[in-house]
Nanobody, 118 residues
Framework: QVQVVESGGGLVQTGGSLRLSCAAS????????MGWYRQAPGKQRELVAG???????NYGDSVKGRFTISGDIAKSTVYLQMNGLKPEDTGVYYC????????????WGQGTQVTVSP
């Protein structure tokens, strides 16, 4: 099993920056990739960014050019640097770690609130 814990959310003004951190524990050698999703009130959870064991990254269209995911899957730690924040970035940000071999499972963190004021 894998457990995931996020940290670093908070309140920031439009145009500001925040850095989120995520650390996984447990069977970390089985982790294949990690990433961030977010969920705004009344909306579905959406992909923010992901990174795999080879260091390849992918981003949701709404955050490209503003957010950067980094980290080391082997060390089971990833970060999300968020610059140029907008009110529409407000939501609960969840870290995910996908792990396993023949069967891939997902471990989610409890979420961290990000609020961007106008």
């Amino acid at each position: 099993q894998v457990q995931v814990v996020e940290s670093g959310g908070g309140l920031v003004q439009t145009g500001g920056s925040l850095r989120l951190s995520c650390a996984a524990s447990g069977s970390i050698s089985s982790i294949v990739d990690m990433g961030w999703y977010r969920q705004a009130p009344g909306k579905q959870r959406e992909l923010v960014a992901g990174i795999d064991s080879g260091g390849s990254t992918n981003y949701g269209d709404s955050v490209k050019g503003r957010f950067t995911i980094s980290g080391d899957i082997a060390k089971s730690t990833v970060y999300l640097q968020m610059n140029g924040l907008k009110p529409e970035d407000t939501g609960v940000y969840y870290c995910i770690a996908r792990f396993g071999a023949a069967l891939i499972r997902a471990a989610w963190g409890q979420g961290t609130q990000v609020t961007v004021s106008p």
